[in-house]
């Protein structure tokens, strides 16, 4: 058995005695007290305090008469007691405090540390004599909002597609509000002018169908109409999502001996692996640009980030030869998926030198074409005699000719058939 030290038996047999003197062994209303001389200054009162603060139940009262009455005081709560004239029975936050217009007339009750548990009705019955009368103190306690369970901010990976639901289950007195907020990216905040966009309200946030760009820091904000501290609690999202490619450059074309790159963009998160894919050629990232140009590698693979979860990856292929041509696919993967893309290098043949013909002369009355395609008056003096075998030589020139019709435009049907009728009458 628990043993009682001294001064609280003093104390409970002091308590007991007090309690015998009162009729029936429980404190009467006040409205049923006739005190003429003795009154509380007020006997109602409601008292507010913060959770884990001090706060003071008052309890003081006048006596109007020239001698000085024996007067106990014990407070109680639930009808239970928690302290006899200035001593407490079993709660070492509890004190009574005696200051004011006559010590011996103030009893007000101070707690420590209070507890949203000693929140409720408490009684300050005084006694002197067989007369005595209570006092009501209400006290509330004001609690400052809190976020129920794991304080510590949440790492979430959704993936894209999903639906999700964020709780902020958030507490207090009076009950406190809860604000959704979405952060906004530092480096657009500026930009924006504030550094988060309100998005719900309620203990509970729910994302349907999510997508990459629910991607980034929720923060729940509880907070009450008291101006008390407020209570927060951030969500930390990631998003997954396949992996998407798009080609920069899908059709280059060089000639052989030179170099020539092909370039693709590449986003998805997570990306596992990422490469360029030449006749079942794989060709994985070496590096940086700059190892790119100081090797002499013939297939150069390097990467650049632009931000996020995106990639450009470029391949860089050397002294073309004829193997070198074709198509080239640049591919990722994921956990998630597979995608590839092609781009096509094509080669550029040297230009072959063009054959110009002239077109025949247009002939004039009176010449005749040679097998040297050199006209010749024919009405000319020295050249009427002509030897049958030149006018054979020009009727088979004019017959070629002739023949070609349907091959040279630049020379009109009719001019051939004129040249084949004087040719007929010599």
Known sequence: ???????????????????????????????????????????EELVEGTLSETVILPCTFVVEQQTQPEINVIW???KKTLTFNKQFVDDSRLKIVSTGIKASNRFDLQISEIRASDEGLYRCIASFGNKFFVKNVTLLVTVPPYIKGRQTDQQMTLTEGDSSVLECLAGGRPEPTVVWYKLVEPSLVKEMNRD???VGEGQRYSISNVTRQCQGTFIC??????MLPSASKRFNITVQYKPAVSIVNEEISQRRGLSTMVMCVITGNPLQEFYWEHRSLMFRPSGSGSSCESSSLKHCVYLSRPGGSVIRMDLLIRNLTAADFGQYFCVARSKLGTDRKAASVLEVEDAQPEITREPPQRPVSGQVLTGSDRATD???PGNRHATGSTLQGAKGSARSAGAGLGGRSLVSTASWLLLLLLLSNL
């Open 1 to 43: 058995m628990a043993r009682m030290s001294c001064h609280r038996q003093a104390a409970a047999t002091a308590l007991l005695s007090f309690l015998l003197s009162i009729p029936g062994c429980s404190p009467v209303s006040p409205d049923t007290v006739s005190a003429p001389k003795t009154f509380f200054a007020s006997r």
């Open 76 to 78: 109680q709560k639930d």
């Open 196 to 198: 988060k966009i309100p």
């Open 221 to 226: 904000i509880a907070s009450n109409d008291k």
């Open 378 to 380: 024919a009405t000319a």
